[in-house]
């Protein structure tokens, strides 16, 4: 079965900018839209934002609209989190997600899920 792998988490000032990477070892990701979502401790886990499985759609939950952008290298089967103005209150674990759901105007992830990659940004 396929393994998502997160990397690029780390420690950043608020401010400053990180780019996550999404990748797979087994099967190819570029059938599946993917997405996006974090979790804080002692918050519950929250949507990110998903693009479609072209690379040609994104979607943004509004606390990262305008900062967050979602990209996609189907030939290298790798998915991108590009986070710009990183604020203290993007600290969490992000996880990455084959297969999210769209429900109405929300995304439901998948029971296909990485490891998780931890971002701290500091003030």
């Known amino acids: 079965q396929v393994k998502l792998i997160e990397t690029g988490g780390g420690l950043v000032q608020a401010g400053g900018s990180l780019r996550l990477s999404c990748t797979a070892s087994g099967m190819i990701l570029s059938g599946y839209p993917m997405a996006w979502f974090r979790q804080a401790p002692g918050k519950e886990r929250e949507f990110v934002g998903t693009?479609?499985?072209?690379?040609?759609?994104?979607y943004y939950a509004d606390s990262v609209k305008d900062r967050f952008i979602l990209s996609r290298d189907n030939t290298k089967n790798i998915i991108y989190l590009q986070m710009n103005s990183l604020k203290t209150e993007d600290t969490a674990v992000y996880y990455c997600?084959?297969?999210?759901?769209?429900?109405?105007?929300?995304?439901?992830?998948?029971?296909?899920w990485g490891q998780g990659t931890s971002v701290t940004v500091s003030s």
């Open positions: 997600n084959r297969g999210p759901t769209r429900e109405g105007d929300r995304w439901s992830p998948s029971d296909f």
């Open positions: 693009i479609s499985w072209a690379g040609t759609g994104t």
